[in-house]
């Protein structure tokens, strides 16, 4: 699934995170419910892969609730990507999961109370009882336009 942000006149992608904007854009205004409830490991955290590609050449840890994407051996490393013959450059993000007492935070509280940048899969849309949607809180939302790709693993029945 992937799902272009724009910046919006006036207002950051944080300021529209805040109202609530990314999460009505992930779910409602693209219909990108969770087919079924994704699985989770040990820690709570929801097995998924979300990166973000954005137009910023600044390193991912500059971002609150980002990371350096694992190469294919499973190391984290700087990934960019030249976007047009201008030689335009995108930066490729992971953006971390939230586990634990968070992920459960997130999960449950339109507040968050408790939680730091990252992502979770909430339940806290109507519309997407089967298996919920994914929500970016506290600051992890790209800076203007972004692709966001998210690759899950769904739970088992």
Known sequence: MSVRQPSGRGCTADDLADRGFLDSLISDSANQ??????AHDARGAGECVVTATMLDASPCSSHPGMLDPRDTNGVRRPHAIVADAGGILE????????AG???????????CTGCGPGWCDAALNHLCPQGGFLRVVHGATPMGSAILDITCDLANP
């Not at 419910?33 to 994704?38: K, L, N, R, S, V």
């Open 33 to 38: 419910c969770f087919p079924a409830p994704i």
């Open 101 to 111: 007492e968070q992920a459960a935070a997130c999960r449950t509280s339109f507040t």
């Open 91 to 98: 930066r490729v993000c992971e953006i971390q999961p939230l």
